[in-house]
Every structure is written in C-alpha cells, then in structure tokens.
C-alpha cells in the first residue's frame, strides 16, 4: 500500500518525504513511539478516540499547547548556552575563547541565529519527543556548524551493535545516510531501548483530540448562531414551500451575528429541538479541564497559563518551580547531549556545556540589588561580580572579596583586634581597643 501510495505521489528519481518516512515506518525494530507510524503517514495525524485527527499542526492550533510549547521553548532560548570551564582560582567561568562558544552564543550556522535554533529544538523535543541537528567538522577536528532538521525529515535504522543510523532528507530533495557520530539527537522519555524517544502527539492523542474537539463543538456552537441543533414541524407544507423556508431561516438564524435574533416562522410551522442546553454540554468546563490536563501534559503550573489566579507573594514561587520541574530537566538534556557529542575526550575533562538561568532569575531592581548586597557584605561575591551581572563597566578596585558592614578585606578582618607583629588567630589580646 506504501508503494502504491509513493508511486501515485511522485514518479520523479529523488525519493519524497514520504518515501522516507514509510521505510522508517515499516523498517525492523520501529514501533509506534518511534519517530512515524503507518497511521500517520498514510491518513495523516494520528486518530483519537475524540474523532479528530491530531498532528503536530492541529495541536499548536489548541491556545494551551501554542502557549505551553512557546513558553518553554522561548524561555531556554533566552539563556545563553555557553561553553564552561572551571580552574580553582576563579571556579566556573564561562570560556568565550572556545571554538564552540560562537556557535552556541550567536549562530549555529548562517541559517540559524542561536535563540532560532534552541528553540526549534526544543519545540521538536516536546511535541515529536525527538529533535535532530547535524553538526560539520573542520579538518583540525572542531565543530564548524550546526544544522537543525526538523524530524518527519529523518528516518532512524536501528543497529546490531544498538546504535542508529539516520536518513535525513535534505532541502536539496536528497536523502543522506548520517551515523550517530554525526548528528545530535536529542530525545524525550524513552519507552523502549531503541533509542527512541517518545512522541508527545501520539502518547497523548486522546488529550490533545478531546480538546480540539471541545474547541470545534464550541466553534460551530458560535457558528449556527447558539442554537442547537434541531428540527422543523410544519403541517401541510410542499417541497417548493420547504425549500423557502430552509433558504430563510438558514440566512436569517445561523452565523454569529445572528445570535439571540428571533427568527419569524412560515404559519404552522413549529421548531423542535433535539440536542442538549449549554448547562447540560458544560462547554466551559470541559474546556477547563482539558486546558489543565495540557499543563500536566508539558509541567506548566495553571497559572502561568491564565488558568487560576496568583497573588504576588507565590508569584516568585510558581517561577522557581517552573525552572526547576519544568525547565531543568529539558537543559540538563540538551547539555548533556551536546557535551558528550561535540566535545572530543579530552574537552570533556576540562569543559563543560551549561545554561545560564540567570536571565529568568532576574526579579526588580530593589530585589536584585538586595540581593547583591547580601552577597557582597558576606563575602560571597566581589563587588566586580555584582557589577557584571548588571552589564556595568570592570571595576579593578571591585576585585576583592569584603566582609560585614565596613566592606574591609578579607585579610583585614580583624586586624585591630591583633597586637603588633601578630597574626591572625595568634593573639590573646581580648579587650577592645581604646578610642583614640
């Protein structure tokens, strides 16, 4: 049936996106969870016990999952991703100098600036539960560029030994086989050991298709101008007569701009109605809780989707937990990817892949500087620090770690508190020095 689907499609020499996808469908060892499956590449989307077909389309277009998958995907595309390397005299610092910070910081290629790409990535992540990237080497061994794809353009080919090998249709019309040494994949829960990830559409296809349903039936409510379905009695009524009134009342009674209008009937003429009252459907309610049950889906609190109402004080609360339940997961996937792939052996001893939350964490400028000082008079940060947190000018007088409320040097702690030629912890002077 494949065949004859491909051979209807296209006739032409290269293979088309559904050539690839049907070998991946039907190759040995793919499942259901696996990137395609039979059902959704020959009627496309996949079926639901709601009656409505869900694809990757249809699901963005239910207001929950466009805002659950934009706010997470647009939230790890703000954090810089950068290349990290810790020594003991300054802990972790970010290594700007590294040959893969350009990529990661600014553009993964000239195609694909680095806020676009993270978040394609993370998109595909949580509705196809895989992404892929290609990435291309240098001759010296270092990372050049990296290419995102989206994933109905790959097809996986498990291995005897467990790896996978992949065939990625290029925007060229051509399919290319890649091995995993050459390609990041990026994958969600797994449930099975072919290295799969689980597709979010197609686990949760019932979810997804009662609330495009819900939203549907609300749609055509509005459409037929909020009344419900029914039919017309009419005693001693002709055909050419039946098709007048139909034609009247069908321009005079449907659409919402109708609604509420109180229609004129032909005598004898009696509408009966058949289907259920607004309170009986519970438009609102069904509608509320398949809104709930996508922010289970994606591990977004209701109240970051307009869901339930929050007060400022559990405000601050929400985020916290939304970076670490919701986000930190998703980073330390893609961090760990990215480590162990682009990184040779070597690198791996020395540097690190890492997100910078800070940008989330940012909260008003009363709170921000509260919490430098805090930092700064405890000797955890330098104020230099604080200053680059602020995007403030190097200050060389800030380099220096202070201590309580006289802001003195460390070393200087308790100086006069010692007797001369003395050193710290040495001295049993315990009065306090006179005024002078």
């Excluded at 647009?74 to 100098?97: K, Y």
Aim: proline share 5%; charged share 20%; with cysteine.
């Amino acid at each position: 049936m494949i065949s004859s689907l491909n051979s209807l499609i296209t006739n032409t020499g290269q293979p088309s996106l559904l050539d690839v996808e049907s070998r991946s469908a039907f190759a040995p060892g793919s499942d259901t969870w696996g990137n395609h499956d039979g059902e959704s590449i020959i009627i496309g989307g996949y079926s639901s016990t709601a009656g409505q077909r869900v694809t990757e389309t249809s699901a963005l277009s239910i207001s929950a999952v466009y805002r659950a998958v934009n706010l997470i995907s647009g939230c790890l595309a703000m954090m810089p991703l950068e290349v990290l390397r810790e020594t003991p005299e300054n802990g972790q610092q970010a290594e700007p100098n590294h040959y893969l910070s350009p990529l990661l910081g600014e553009s993964f290629n000239p195609s694909w600036t680095s806020f676009r790409a993270k978040r394609f990535i993370v998109e595909q992540i949580l509705l196809r539960g895989n992404a892929l990237a290609k990435y291309s080497v240098s001759t010296n061994g270092r990372v050049t560029s990296i290419q995102p794809y989206h994933w109905d353009r790959v097809t996986t080919m498990p291995q005897t030994d467990g790896s996978l090998r992949y065939l990625i249709l290029e925007p060229d019309g051509v399919t290319r086989e890649y091995t995993s040494n050459s390609v990041i994949h990026f994958r969600n829960l797994e449930s099975n050991d072919l290295g799969i990830g689980l597709s979010t559409i197609a686990a949760f296809r019932n979810t997804l298709g009662l609330a495009q349903a819900s939203e549907e039936a609300s749609a055509q409510l509005f459409g037929n101008g909020l009344i419900q379905p029914g039919f017309f009695k009419a005693v001693g009524m002709n055909d050419k007569t039946r098709g007048k009134v139909e034609e009247a009342l069908s321009r005079k009674a449907r659409g919402a701009h109708n609604a509420f209008r109180t229609p004129l009937l032909e005598a004898n003429v009696e509408y009966v109605r058949t289907g259920l009252t607004m309170q009986d459907l519970q438009f609102v309610e069904t509608r509320r809780m398949s809104l709930q049950e996508v922010c289970i889906l994606f591990g977004i609190h209701p109240a970051a989707m307009g869901l339930v109402t929050q007060t400022q004080g559990n405000a601050e609360q929400n985020a916290i937990e939304f970076l670490v339940y919701g986000l930190q997961p998703l980073m330390s996937n893609i961090e760990a990817e990215i480590h162990n792939t682009l990184l040779s052996s070597s690198e791996r001893k020395v540097y690190k892949i890492g997100f910078d939350p800070d940008v989330l964490l940012r909260t008003d400028s009363k709170t921000r500087f509260e919490q430098y000082a805090t930092g700064v008079t405890s000797g955890v940060l330098k104020p230099s620090e604080a200053r680059r947190k602020e995007n403030l000018p190097h200050d060389p007088a800030g380099d220096e770690l202070v201590a309580n409320a006289s802001l003195v040097k460390l070393k200087d702690a308790g100086i006069q508190w010692r007797g001369p030629g003395k050193t710290a912890g040495k001295s049993t002077n315990t009065e306090a020095p006179a005024n002078e």
